[in-house]
C-alpha cells in the first residue's frame, strides 16, 4: 500500500522535504521523514484507530527506564489510518556485551504481578495482559492457550501435537508450581530486527511488545532466530547470572514464538515446533 504525498502534509511537522518508505517490518508501513531541521520515523498503521499504537507507546515509555529506546513524539489517526511519530535514530556498529548488560538491567525492573496495563492486538490474536500473580497460570492460559486456539482456527494444529503440548503444559505447570518467578519487564519480542546501535555505539530497543514476566521467556527468542554473539549472554550473566538450568527450561518458551510463526507463515515452520514438542 502506498500514501499519497497529501496524506504526509496533514501530519503535526514543518513542511517536510523528503519523505522515504523504510523496509524491515511485516506489520506497518513505515517512513523516513525529513524537514529541513529534523528526522523522523513514521509508522502507519491502515484502517486502524488512533489508539492501535498505545501498547507500543507504553512499552516504549515503560523500557526508557532502563535502556535507549525510540522516544514517541505523535499520535493519531488521519483518513482511518493510524499512526506513530518517532525521533530517527541513526545507526553504527557497537558491542554485543554492551548489549546483554543492557537487557539484564531492563529485566531487574520489576513488579508484583504478570501482564502489562495495556493488551495487544497481532494480526491472528489479542494477548491478554491482565494482571496475574501466578507465572503458571499467565503463560499457560493468557499466552499458549490462545495461540493454541489460533493454530487449530489455521489449520495447523494436529491430534499429535495436541497430545504433546498437554504433556508439556503439564511440565511446565508442575516446573513452576515449585520455582517461582519474579515478574521482570521484558521487551516480548527480542529478536535480532529489535536491536540497533546508535551512531555512538549505544544498545538501543525497538517495537517493543512489552509485559512483565519470566526473563527467561525474553532470552528464549534471541536463541531462536539468531543475530544475538556469545558476548551478548556473556554481558547478560556478567549483571544478573541465570538460574542453572536455563537450557533445558528454554523449549517450552521457544515453543511460543515458534508457533507463532507457524500460524503466521504456515507448515514450514511445523519441524521446528514438533522438535519441541516431541520431547515430552
Known amino acids: 500500500m502506498e500514501l499519497p504525498l497529501s496524506w504526509f502534509e496533514k501530519l503535526p511537522f514543518a513542511p517536510f522535504q523528503r519523505v522515504v518508505p523504510v523496509r524491515g517490518g511485516d506489520i506497518n508501513l513505515a517512513f523516513r521523514l ?44 488521519l483518513d482511518d489510518h493510524a499512526y506513530l511519530i518517532l525521533n530517527w535514530l541513526d545507526q553504527g556498529a557497537g558491542d554485543q556485551f554492551a548489549l546483554g ?10 513488579n508484583d504481578q504478570f501482564g ?23 503463560y499457560r492460559h493468557q499466552r499458549l492457550a490462545p495461540e493454541v486456539a489460533a493454530a487449530k482456527a489455521q489449520g495447523v494444529w494436529n491430534d499429535w501435537r495436541d497430545q504433546h503440548y498437554q504433556r508439556m503444559v503439564a511440565a511446565f505447570a508442575h516446573y513452576y508450581q515449585i520455582h517461582p518467578v519474579q515478574p521482570s519487564l521484558l521487551h516480548g519480542d527480542l ?6 546501535f546508535t551512531s555512538n555505539g549505544t544498545p ?20 531462536i532466530f539468531g543475530g544475538f554473539e556469545p558476548a551478548f549472554y556473556q554481558g547478560y550473566q556478567s549483571v544478573w ?40
Open 34 to 77: 525529513e524537514t529541513a531541521t529534523q528526522t523522523y520515523f513514521i509508522k502507519v498503521q491502515p484502517h486502524q484507530p488512533a489508539s492501535y499504537f498505545a501498547h507500543e507507546q507504553a512499552g516504549l515509555l515503560a523500557l526508557s527506564q532502563a535502556v535507549n529506546v525510540p522516544q514517541p513524539l505523535a499520535s493519531g489517526v
Open 101 to 110: 548488560q543492557a537487557v539484564a538491567k531492563l529485566h531487574q525492573i520489576t
Open 116 to 138: 502489562f496495563a495495556s493488551d495487544h492486538t497481532t494480526k491472528v490474536l489479542t494477548k491478554n495482559n491482565h494482571w496475574n500473580a501466578d507465572w503458571g497460570d499467565f
Open 191 to 196: 529478536w535480532a530486527g529489535n536491536f540497533l
Open 204 to 223: 538501543t530497543l525497538i517495537d517493543p511488545d512489552a509485559l512483565f514476566g519470566d526473563r527467561e521467556f525474553d532470552l528464549a527468542m534471541t536463541t
Open 241 to 280: 547470572p541465570l538460574a542453572p538450568g536455563f537450557e533445558t527450561r528454554l523449549p517450552w518458551y521457544q515453543f511460543y514464538y515458534l508457533t507463532m510463526h507457524l500460524i503466521l507463515f504456515g507448515e514450514s515452520y511445523g519441524p521446528s515446533v514438533d522438535q519441541i514438542l516431541q520431547q515430552y
